[in-house]
């Protein structure tokens, strides 16, 4: 018996995975199919077509409710329950009414959708009581034919069985035969696929006593065995018979079979048969021998099996693979480096040459010099008494020189020194041989891992048009209910994207259409006054390239103008009237993504429900990406996102550049130019009659060094990299290139801050870190334009300025409301916002109001920071956050926090609490 937590934490598992697995995945399969509902259920609608919508659709909303019901969403089981009767007076064509039908199933799908996501944050509350759309649906389903009485709702049960069965099962047995045709298979392979296809047909027709289905498998089984079948042709034919046979039972023109037979069977169409039967057993006189024997002799039908794998299992093989990749990596070094031994060894073999030749020599002239010592001529005597010769001790004197050899020590000693020189040789050749075999089995590791690499990465890839076909409804909606026709236009949906990435782009994507529908589409008479079409385009397209994804959000509306937003930026003291000559276009756009900045007149629900783009913008830049915007005014806007892909291994070009390496995705390099034949002029370069800026490497990129600390100077800059800056080409100048190898790219900690334009790093082999950027994210640092004035004080007129540095944008907007009136606040997201705003400017701040908890960088480092900076190092910072324990406040105090207070806060408090402060660093 298990306890109430047990089963408290069964249902929330049950519930985790409804939620990430069931719910998205039957959701989509609803948006899709409803895109075609209305069409199929009109007059023109094709039969067939209807029905598997329908029952798509239904067992759907079938799957939504069994998975609520597990999960205790009450609410949802029965608005889902409610959906799924709907569906089933559809496909029983009990529904008059079918305009109506389809608005219900409208709203159930969106809400449906909008309790999932409130399931999903922990907002829904489970109650008994049906929500009103159910209530709704069910009064839609009492107006709807009765339902058959209980006899012909049990002959309906056998009906819809059958029906089902014929409709999912056959049809998935004829779509497999369709798609071996496509593909081309051989003659055999076709001839295997046809005989599979028949036996299940008959399997089929006596399970559902269809003898229609098989005597069709019979007949069609005699066509196959004939000599010289045209296959090509036989089997299309022989699938449109069997989808023909099935509507017109389906549709009662072929008289349904008893619910029992009971007349014994006609033994008179044994010979029809008999070309089957007699390769199973002999025929028995007088008893029917059934088709289905054959089914002993054909393997079972293969049906492919999946398996649901969690994503961040799957992340985790891949940081495992590339782990593996770069010891494969340290492992090429290594053979490198036992390449360039055995090459040493060998060249040492080779000066070992000359001199074994110089042994040999001296060894024969030794031998023959012995010799010469002792001849017959002397009478085999010794004058000096020395007997110690090989041929005296032997008592081989009466031998000639030439007629035997004579060795001493001397001899030994040689003949060892050859045999070693001889050893080593040997062993030089199997060092070779060992790294001949290393080098192929390296070679192999590496094809085998980079096989495997590619297999997960394919696996976490999912086709764009999943995400974007869930905006057309809501859409379509929004143009019914605010009177702007608009036309929901998808460019590049079957682009494959990671699903981590898809399901982070979801929000930001829809405020971004949200926002192009409210404030970019005109009215119909507005846009007929400008000579456009009553209906407006909205545009969401998806591609890939230089190892990113690049999505788009388009519209042909009024476009952004740029004096609303001057006029906004001065109203908030981040603009004066000398820099708006000095400011360009694209400076003049950023100011949409900055907090709190916004030129609508009043805060909608229907657009950025009161939040701005920097809440879309900070999401982009959580995923290491960007968020630009271009407009035209009168003819619309254009808002690009770039993201780099998260793969594990890309091809690198090495560069060097003041004596360090970096990388760079070799997609993003255009073209390599060496700079002796396109020669630098006044920071410009000209090729193939293009004129682009070029600048070094070391000038574009941020120099950080130690105080005291200055860089070594490199080599001169021989090589451009032209690279895309987004927008426009341009030249990079380096030093050398190094080489171009394809690597393992591992991302860095995101608690770390980390420029756009960093993608991450790779490992050498030799253990050498090296950066990889990415060139196309490197426009922001050929700016020159500030983004923000340096001297704010001025432009508030003396009035105090307090700088909030929090990341929750509820937070912020309470803070602009309670100290908006006696105060200039400036808004920051994190504390690298903050950190670089400060960098900016060097005066015109006169208090802080920091959290603790923040992406990109917390408040403690902020705070250590602000302490060591030359100019705000006695800045007033007051820590607010919701951290009430001695432990934080120690901290912040040890930091050299002023104040420390605690959320939630009341208005009035912090009011008095600030002006104390203030008094207090007014009197320093």
Same mark, same amino acid.
Request: proline share 6%; net charge negative.
């Given at each position: 018996?298990? !306890?109430?937590?047990?089963?408290?934490?069964? #249902?929330?598992?049950? &519930?985790?995975?409804?939620?990430?697995?069931?719910?998205?995945?039957?959701?989509?399969?609803?948006?899709?199919?409803?895109?075609?509902?209305?069409?199929?259920?009109?007059?023109?609608?094709?039969?067939?077509?209807?029905?598997?919508?329908?029952?798509?659709?239904?067992?759907?909303?079938?799957?939504?409710?069994?998975?609520?019901?597990?999960?205790?969403?009450?609410?949802?089981?029965?608005?889902?329950?409610?959906?799924?009767?709907?569906?089933?007076?559809?496909?029983?064509?009990?529904?008059?009414?079918?305009?109506?039908?389809?608005?219900?199933?409208?709203?159930?799908?969106?809400?449906?959708?909008?309790?999932?996501?409130?399931?999903?944050?922990?907002?829904?509350?489970?109650?008994?009581?049906?929500?009103?759309?159910?209530?709704?649906?069910?009064?839609?389903?009492?107006?709807?034919?009765?339902?058959?009485?209980?006899?012909?709702?049990?002959?309906?049960?056998?009906?819809?069985?059958?029906?089902?069965?014929?409709?999912?099962?056959?049809?998935?047995?004829?779509?497999?035969?369709?798609?071996?045709?496509?593909?081309?298979? #051989?003659?055999?392979?076709?001839?295997?696929?046809?005989?599979?296809?028949?036996?299940?047909?008959?399997?089929?027709?006596?399970?559902?006593?269809?003898?229609?289905?098989?005597?069709?498998?019979?007949?069609?089984?005699?066509?196959?065995? =004939?000599?010289?079948?045209?296959?090509?042709?036989?089997?299309?034919?022989?699938?449109?018979?069997?989808?023909?046979?099935?509507?017109?039972?389906?549709?009662?023109?072929?008289?349904?079979?008893?619910?029992?037979?009971?007349?014994?069977?006609?033994?008179?169409?044994?010979?029809?048969?008999?070309?089957?039967?007699?390769?199973?057993?002999?025929?028995?006189?007088?008893?029917?021998?059934?088709?289905?024997?054959?089914?002993?002799?054909?393997?079972?039908?293969?049906?492919?099996?999946?398996?649901?794998?969690?994503?961040?299992?799957?992340?985790?093989?891949?940081?495992?693979?590339?782990?593996?990749?770069?010891?494969?990596?340290?492992?090429?070094?290594?053979?490198?480096?036992?390449?360039?031994?055995?090459?040493?060894?060998?060249?040492?073999?080779?000066?070992?040459?000359?001199?074994?030749?110089?042994?040999?020599?001296?060894?024969?002239?030794?031998?023959?010099?012995?010799?010469?010592?002792?001849?017959?001529?002397?009478?085999?005597?010794?004058?000096?008494?020395?007997?110690?010769?090989?041929?005296?001790?032997?008592?081989?004197?009466?031998?000639?020189?030439?007629?035997?050899?004579?060795?001493?020590?001397?001899?030994?000693?040689?003949?060892?020194?050859?045999?070693?020189?001889?050893?080593?040789?040997?062993?030089?050749? !199997?060092?070779?041989?060992?790294? &001949?075999?290393?080098?192929?089995?390296?070679?192999?590791?590496?094809?085998?891992?980079?096989?495997?690499?590619?297999?997960?990465?394919?696996?976490?890839?999912?086709?764009? =048009?999943?995400?974007?076909?869930?905006?057309?409804?809501?859409?379509?909606?929004?143009?019914?209910?605010?009177?702007?026709?608009?036309?929901?236009?998808?460019?590049?949906?079957?682009?494959?994207?990671?699903?981590?990435?898809?399901?982070?782009?979801?929000?930001?994507?829809?405020?971004?259409?949200?926002?192009?529908?409210?404030?970019?589409?005109?009215?119909?008479?507005?846009?007929?006054?400008?000579?456009?079409?009553?209906?407006?385009?909205?545009?969401?397209?998806?591609?890939? @390239?230089?190892?990113?994804?690049?999505?788009?959000?388009?519209?042909?509306?009024?476009?952004?103008?740029?004096?609303?937003?001057?006029?906004?930026?001065?109203?908030?003291?981040?603009?004066?009237?000398?820099?708006?000559?000095?400011?360009?276009?694209?400076?003049?756009?950023?100011?949409?993504?900055?907090?709190?900045?916004?030129?609508?007149?009043?805060?909608?629900?229907?657009?950025?429900?009161?939040?701005?783009?920097?809440?879309?913008?900070?999401?982009?830049?959580?995923?290491?990406?960007?968020?630009?915007?271009?407009?035209?005014?009168?003819?619309?806007? &254009?808002?690009?996102?770039?993201?780099?892909?998260?793969?594990?291994?890309?091809?690198?070009?090495?560069?060097?550049?003041?004596?360090?390496?970096?990388?760079?995705?070799?997609?993003?390099?255009?073209?390599?130019?060496?700079?002796?034949?396109?020669?630098?002029?006044?920071?410009?370069?000209?090729?193939?009659?293009?004129?682009?800026?070029?600048?070094?490497?070391?000038?574009?990129?941020?120099?950080?060094?130690?105080?005291?600390?200055?860089?070594?100077?490199?080599?001169?800059?021989?090589?451009?990299?032209?690279?895309?800056?987004?927008?426009?080409?341009?030249?990079?100048?380096?030093?050398?290139?190094?080489?171009?190898?394809?690597?393992?790219?591992?991302?860095?900690?995101?608690?770390?801050?980390?420029?756009?334009?960093?993608?991450?790093?790779?490992?050498?082999?030799?253990?050498?870190?090296?950066?990889?950027?990415?060139?196309?994210?490197?426009?922001?640092?050929?700016?020159?334009?500030?983004?923000?004035?340096?001297?704010?004080?001025?432009?508030?007129?003396?009035?105090?300025?307090?700088?909030?540095?929090?990341?929750?944008?509820?937070?912020?907007?309470?803070?602009?409301?309670?100290?908006?009136?006696?105060?200039?606040?400036?808004?920051?997201?994190?504390?690298?916002?903050?950190?670089?705003?400060?960098?900016?400017?060097?005066?015109?701040?006169?208090? @802080?109001?920091?959290?603790?908890?923040?992406?990109?960088?917390?408040?403690?480092?902020?705070?250590?920071?602000?302490?060591?900076? &030359?100019?705000?190092?006695?800045?007033?910072?007051?820590?607010?956050?919701?951290?009430?324990?001695?432990?934080?406040?120690?901290?912040?105090?040890?930091?050299?926090?002023?104040?420390?207070?605690?959320?939630?806060?009341?208005?009035?408090?912090?009011?008095?609490?600030?002006?104390?402060?203030?008094?207090?660093?007014?009197?320093?």
């Amino acid at each position: 018996m298990f !306890d109430a937590a047990t089963l408290a934490a069964i #249902t929330a598992e049950a &519930r985790q995975a409804f939620l990430e697995e069931d719910a998205p995945e039957c959701l989509a399969q609803l948006t899709v199919g409803f895109q075609s509902l209305e069409r199929v259920l009109g007059p023109a609608g094709d039969s067939q077509q209807r029905q598997k919508l329908i029952q798509d659709m239904g067992r759907a909303a079938h799957s939504l409710k069994g998975g609520a019901g597990m999960s205790a969403l009450t609410p949802l089981q029965t608005l889902c329950h409610r959906l799924e009767d709907l569906f089933e007076a559809l496909e029983q064509g009990r529904v008059e009414d079918k305009s109506m039908a389809v608005g219900l199933i409208a709203m159930t799908i969106e809400e449906t959708q909008a309790m999932v996501e409130l399931a999903n944050s922990g907002r829904l509350q489970d109650t008994d009581e049906p929500p009103e759309l159910a209530l709704a649906l069910g009064e839609f389903l009492e107006t709807c034919q009765p339902q058959p009485s209980q006899e012909e709702a049990i002959a309906g049960d056998v009906s819809q069985f059958v029906r089902t069965s014929l409709t999912v099962e056959l049809e998935a047995c004829l779509e497999r035969v369709e798609r071996r045709l496509e593909r081309g298979g #051989t003659a055999t392979e076709l001839r295997e696929s046809f005989s599979l296809l028949l036996e299940e047909c008959t399997l089929l027709g006596q399970a559902l006593s269809c003898d229609w289905l098989e005597e069709a498998g019979n007949r069609l089984r005699g066509e196959l065995v =004939r000599p010289q079948v045209d296959l090509l042709t036989l089997l299309p034919t022989a699938i449109a018979e069997l989808r023909s046979l099935r509507e017109q039972f389906l549709a009662g023109e072929l008289t349904p079979p008893a619910p029992e037979i009971v007349a014994e069977p006609d033994p008179e169409p044994l010979p029809e048969v008999k070309p089957v039967t007699a390769v199973i057993a002999p025929p028995v006189p007088g008893v029917p021998i059934p088709a289905v024997v054959t089914a002993k002799a054909s393997p079972a039908p293969s049906t492919r099996q999946t398996l649901r794998i969690p994503l961040d299992r799957l992340n985790k093989l891949s940081n495992t693979v590339s782990e593996l990749l770069i010891n494969q990596e340290r492992l090429l070094e290594y053979d490198k480096q036992l390449r360039q031994a055995s090459r040493n060894l060998k060249r040492r073999g080779q000066q070992l040459i000359p001199m074994r030749e110089q042994v040999e020599s001296l060894y024969d002239e030794l031998s023959f010099s012995d010799q010469t010592k002792i001849s017959p001529s002397n009478g085999g005597g010794n004058q000096n008494g020395d007997s110690q010769s090989s041929l005296g001790i032997a008592g081989l004197v009466d031998f000639d020189a030439l007629e035997m050899d004579s060795y001493t020590a001397v001899h030994g000693i040689l003949q060892r020194f050859q045999e070693l020189m001889v050893q080593v040789q040997e062993i030089q050749e !199997d060092v070779d041989l060992v790294e &001949r075999d290393l080098q192929e089995t390296l070679i192999q590791m590496s094809q085998s891992l980079h096989q495997l690499d590619s297999e997960l990465t394919q696996s976490r890839l999912v086709p764009f =048009r999943g995400l974007a076909q869930s905006f057309a409804q809501p859409l379509e909606k929004l143009g019914d209910r605010h009177k702007k026709p608009v036309q929901f236009v998808i460019e590049g949906e079957n682009t494959l994207v990671e699903v981590a990435i898809l399901d982070q782009l979801r929000t930001p994507l829809t405020h971004l259409i949200r926002n192009a529908f409210d404030h970019g589409l005109e009215f119909v008479p507005e846009r007929q006054a400008q000579g456009k079409p009553p209906e407006g385009t909205i545009t969401l397209s998806a591609s890939t @390239a230089n190892n990113q994804v690049l999505i788009t959000v388009s519209d042909d509306g009024r476009g952004i103008d740029p004096e609303k937003i001057s006029r906004k930026a001065m109203e908030l003291g981040w603009l004066t009237p000398e820099q708006l000559g000095t400011i360009g276009e694209a400076q003049m756009l950023d100011f949409l993504f900055q907090p709190g900045f916004s030129t609508a007149a009043e805060v909608s629900n229907l657009s950025g429900r009161g939040l701005g783009l920097d809440i879309v913008k900070q999401m982009i830049e959580s995923l290491r990406g960007t968020l630009t915007v271009e407009t035209k005014l009168g003819q619309g806007s &254009r808002f690009l996102i770039r993201i780099p892909l998260s793969l594990n291994i890309v091809p690198l070009l090495l560069v060097r550049y003041q004596q360090r390496l970096l990388a760079f995705p070799s997609e993003s390099v255009l073209r390599i130019l060496p700079l002796d034949d396109y020669p630098i002029k006044n920071g410009r370069v000209e090729w193939q009659s293009q004129i682009m800026e070029a600048c070094p490497l070391d000038e574009v990129l941020p120099q950080i060094y130690p105080q005291g600390f200055s860089p070594s100077p490199g080599l001169p800059h021989k090589v451009g990299l032209m690279v895309n800056l987004g927008d426009r080409p341009a030249l990079l100048t380096v030093e050398q290139i190094v080489d171009e190898r394809t690597l393992v790219v591992k991302a860095l900690d995101a608690i770390t801050p980390i420029p756009s334009y960093v993608a991450g790093c790779t490992v050498l082999g030799t253990g050498e870190v090296v950066p990889v950027l990415i060139p196309n994210n490197f426009a922001v640092l050929w700016r020159t334009e500030p983004t923000l004035p340096q001297d704010a004080a001025g432009s508030a007129g003396g009035q105090t300025t307090i700088l909030v540095i929090d990341d929750s944008v509820t937070v912020r907007r309470t803070l602009q409301r309670v100290l908006g009136g006696s105060f200039r606040l400036i808004q920051c997201r994190d504390g690298k916002e903050a950190w670089d705003l400060l960098n900016r400017q060097n005066q015109g701040i006169d208090l @802080a109001l920091c959290d603790i908890e923040m992406p990109n960088m917390d408040g403690f480092s902020l705070l250590q920071l602000v302490r060591a900076h &030359r100019v705000w190092h006695s800045l007033t910072v007051v820590m607010l956050t919701s951290r009430e324990n001695p432990l934080h406040r120690n901290r912040a105090k040890a930091l050299g926090a002023d104040g420390y207070l605690t959320k939630p806060f009341q208005p009035n408090q912090l009011l008095s609490t600030i002006d104390q402060f203030l008094a207090e660093s007014a009197q320093r």
